[in-house]
């Protein structure tokens, strides 16, 4: 018999309750936010073709939804909204009777103590799909989009939003919604930034949901090369010094070195979104066979924890929140 050394690493794993002892990292329904997708009119709970058990839904189903999401225990909501009709300037997502701050005040009117995210940005809102105004060759202008986007977040505010999370990916929109929450005297709202947010290929089931793909071209000059890492952690610091109180990578999966870097880093508040391309993967699999969906999707959301990620959102929140419960 070979001699072993005197820590045998199985010991520690002979039962559950062992397990559960030395279990080095946790995932807890406090740390889920879901997204809804909300749009003008009645009775609509539209199921996403490409995402299932995910609706794109009318404003008088929402307090049907927080009710059931307060009672798995989730503890917030990231807002996306689908307007009536689009233009160029992306008018829609700074209206004061703009869907989503018509959300907003639907459920804070509802349930005041629910907490409310919403996605700052212009795409859903442009009739060309880009995140910004366009100048005549059909490039995002920076600066201009700017101050768009920080009225879009006041404009949140205003209608009683808890945090808002500016997804764009413009230079400075930190600190120019910032600047402009404070000017109104909402110093207390906090921002959670998209602040490493990659031109993915896994976008595309929200994009289905949201109605925001882009009429030409995409998105690479505005959004982040997936090959680059460093220069993640350049934009994230940018965000901090800009005034951002928690940082985002997105997406989560296929970026779990970002989320480890970015939290070794800075030791920030650090999100990670589990976007619809992922979620649609698995759900694909599963409806299959080909995996078990409960411990795909628990195996994976436990990695965004031990990589770095304090929050997660993910389309997966309510399965998980009662599987959790069942554990």
Same mark, same amino acid.
């Given at each position: 018999?070979?001699?072993?050394?005197?820590?045998?690493?199985?010991?520690?794993?002979?039962?559950?309750?062992?397990?559960?002892?030395?279990?080095?990292?946790?995932?807890?329904?406090?740390?889920?936010?879901?997204?809804? !997708?909300?749009? !003008?009119?009645?009775?609509?709970?539209?199921?996403?073709?490409?995402?299932?058990?995910?609706?794109?839904?009318?404003?008088?189903?929402?307090?049907a939804e927080i009710d059931e999401?307060?009672?798995?225990?989730?503890?917030?909501?990231?807002?996306?909204?689908?307007?009536?009709?689009?233009?160029?300037?992306?008018?829609?997502?700074?209206?004061? *009777?703009?869907?989503?701050?018509?959300?907003?005040?639907?459920?804070?009117?509802?349930?005041?103590?629910? !907490?409310?995210?919403?996605?700052?940005?212009?795409? =859903?809102?442009?009739?060309?799909?880009?995140? %910004?105004?366009?100048?005549?060759?059909?490039?995002?202008?920076?600066?201009?989009?700017?101050?768009?986007?920080?009225?879009? #977040?006041?404009?949140?505010?205003?209608? %009683?939003?808890?945090?808002?999370?500016?997804?764009?990916?413009?230079?400075?929109?930190?600190?120019?919604?910032?600047?402009?929450?404070?000017?109104?005297?909402?110093? *207390?709202?906090?921002?959670? #930034?998209?602040?490493?947010?990659?031109?993915?290929?896994?976008?595309?089931? !929200?994009?289905?949901?949201? *109605?925001?793909?882009?009429?030409?071209?995409?998105?690479?000059?505005?959004q982040m090369d997936p090959a680059?890492?460093?220069?993640?952690?350049?934009?994230?610091?940018?965000?901090?010094?800009?005034?951002?109180?928690?940082?985002?990578?997105?997406?989560?999966? #296929?970026?779990?070195?970002?989320?480890?870097?970015?939290?070794? =880093?800075?030791?920030?508040?650090?999100?990670?979104?589990?976007?619809?391309?992922?979620?649609?993967?698995?759900?694909?699999?599963?409806?299959?066979?080909?995996?078990?969906?409960?411990?795909?999707v628990l195996e994976t959301l436990?990695?965004?924890?031990?990589?770095?990620?304090?929050?997660?959102?993910?389309?997966?929140?309510?399965?998980?929140?009662?599987?959790?419960?069942? #554990?």
């Amino acid at each position: 018999m070979p001699e072993f050394p005197v820590y045998r690493p199985r010991r520690l794993r002979r039962s559950e309750t062992l397990r559960a002892m030395v279990r080095e990292t946790s995932l807890d329904v406090r740390d889920l936010i879901y997204p809804l !997708f909300v749009e !003008f009119g009645e009775g609509v709970k539209r199921e996403v073709p490409s995402m299932p058990g995910v609706y794109n839904m009318s404003l008088d189903q929402l307090p049907a939804e927080i009710d059931e999401l307060k009672a798995l225990g989730i503890p917030a909501v990231i807002l996306f909204g689908i307007p009536a009709s689009k233009d160029e300037a992306g008018s829609g997502a700074y209206a004061e *009777d703009g869907i989503v701050q018509q959300a907003i005040r639907t459920i804070k009117a509802h349930d005041p103590d629910f !907490f409310v995210i919403t996605d700052v940005c212009m795409c =859903e809102y442009t009739s060309h799909g880009h995140c %910004g105004i366009l100048d005549e060759g059909g490039c995002v202008m920076n600066d201009v989009t700017l101050e768009m986007l920080a009225q879009t #977040a006041v404009s949140h505010a205003e209608a %009683g939003a808890d945090m808002v999370a500016p997804s764009d990916m413009m230079d400075g929109r930190v600190g120019a919604i910032r600047s402009a929450l404070d000017a109104e005297g909402f110093t *207390d709202v906090p921002i959670m #930034a998209y602040s490493a947010k990659y031109a993915s290929a896994y976008y595309g089931p !929200f994009r289905d949901a949201a *109605d925001s793909a882009p009429a030409f071209g995409d998105r690479r000059a505005y959004q982040m090369d997936p090959a680059n890492g460093e220069e993640a952690l350049r934009e994230v610091l940018l965000d901090i010094e800009e005034g951002a109180d928690i940082v985002m990578v997105k997406p989560a999966l #296929a970026y779990l070195d970002i989320v480890r870097r970015v939290k070794d =880093e800075f030791g920030y508040p650090t999100a990670a979104y589990n976007v619809s391309g992922e979620y649609a993967m698995v759900k694909a699999a599963a409806a299959r066979g080909w995996i078990d969906e409960r411990r795909v999707v628990l195996e994976t959301l436990t990695s965004m924890k031990r990589a770095g990620a304090d929050l997660i959102l993910t389309y997966h929140a309510k399965d998980v929140a009662r599987w959790l419960a069942d #554990a």
